[in-house]
């Protein structure tokens, strides 16, 4: 059975809050959470009029419906299901269930606890944690635990039901600079940043298997050495369209995670510079004391790190590539919706007059264009 903790205390205790804290700190840490609400009341879910309600109306005792994203499933009970057929029902591959209410069960027990709205209810059983800012008058002695301190509420919780921390793989530091340096054609500083500042975005989104996953997105600032260095850890590219160039001149990079929408943007400090040379005084110049700074310096001396929204249009998501056209005026196919319309005709960019290049020699075709008309 999938390890479970249900999370109890008097309604208006905060419970529900205390799961929308610490489920994103279990996210982030690689476990695969599931949560089930106990409802001491009758919730409904059916809305009189849907069609779902209306199988109900017309006798049918489990009602499914099901979207290519989501399922649910509406089954009348004589009664509170038991808590092993609720945990049945939460496939095998997720770490642990986060249960908000039953409190009579046999699964450990986190309390929330505000004098504000009462003692804490009776029959709690093994009561792992309080959560709150004061000590109830309970059996035991649990710690008591802030209710912004999800993450020592996490570490316990890892500790006592999963068998301590996710053992992530160790990034090896020599070997990716080692690959860096094969891809981009040397190592230098801006190496390790980029094999540094990619580790530390694929941590902070609980990615460990960024190049097997697919589930990472990457936009890059710079076309500097550092970006290649990126592309070596994340194994983002441009042509998978899981790299993302924004020309900004900056070392810095935003990491999407496709599945939880989280993001974090990383930017290497304008101080790292003067924190390598404190750190290496020794070395010859500021490209040596840099290359070896920046291997050991901890990763707050280097980089800032930001919780940021970051999305992708439709258009620009990895995948096959989407519409296609032709462009009226020189023939060539144009991918992405990146044509333009002019006078009413489907062109590419060069030939609605926006070209990065000059024509040499005038090419079969293109003639009426040398002279600024379509
Ligand atoms: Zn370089
Ligand atoms: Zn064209």
Redesign the pocket.
């Known amino acids: 059975m999938i390890p479970a903790i249900c999370v109890v205390g008097r309604k208006n205790s905060g419970k529900t809050m205390l799961i929308e804290r610490l489920l994103p700190e279990l996210l982030a840490r690689g476990r695969k959470v599931a949560t089930i609400k106990h409802d001491a009341h009758d919730f409904e879910i059916d809305l009189p009029g849907k069609d779902t309600w209306r199988h109900r109306q017309a006798g049918s005792t489990t009602t499914i419906i099901s979207s290519s994203s989501k399922l649910a499933m509406v089954r009348l009970t004589d009664g509170d299901s038991p808590l092993d057929d609720l945990l049945r029902m939460v496939d095998r591959s997720y770490d642990l269930v986060l249960i908000e209410g039953l409190r009579r069960s046999a699964c450990p027990k986190i309390l929330v606890h505000r004098p504000e709205v009462g003692d804490p209810p009776g029959v709690l059983g093994d009561i792992w944690a309080v959560v709150g800012t004061q000590m109830p008058d309970i059996d035991g002695n649990p710690p008591c635990i802030r209710p912004e301190n999800v993450g020592a509420l996490a570490d316990l919780i890892e500790e006592r039901l999963l068998g301590g921390p996710v053992q992530t793989p160790a990034w090896n530091l020599p070997a990716l600079l080692a690959e860096a340096g094969r891809h981009h054609g040397h190592i230098c500083p801006g190496q390790v940043l980029g094999v540094r500042m990619a580790i530390l975005g694929c941590e902070r989104l609980g990615i460990y298997d960024p190049k097997s996953s697919k589930r990472l997105i990457t936009f890059v600032e710079t076309d500097r050495c550092g970006t290649d260095a990126v592309q070596t850890v994340t194994g983002c590219t441009l042509g998978k369209r899981t790299l993302k160039f924004v020309d900004y001149g900056k070392l810095a990079a935003t990491f999407l995670d496709m599945d939880t929408g989280r993001a974090v943007r990383i930017a290497a400090r304008e101080s790292a510079r003067d924190a390598a040379l404190r750190f290496a005084p020794d070395e010859a110049d500021a490209h040596a004391a840099q290359l070896r700074a920046y291997k050991a310096l901890p990763a707050d001396d280097l980089f800032s790190v930001r919780e940021v929204r970051a999305t992708l249009a439709e258009a620009e998501l990895p995948g096959r590539s989407r519409a296609r056209v032709v462009?009226t005026?020189?023939g060539?196919g144009v991918s992405n919706g990146r044509e333009l319309s002019v006078a009413g005709r489907t062109?590419?960019r060069?030939?609605a007059g926006v070209p990065y290049y000059d024509e040499v020699e005038a090419a079969v075709g293109v003639q009426e264009h040398q002279d600024g008309t379509l």
């Open positions: 462009c005026a020189c060539e062109v590419c060069a030939c």
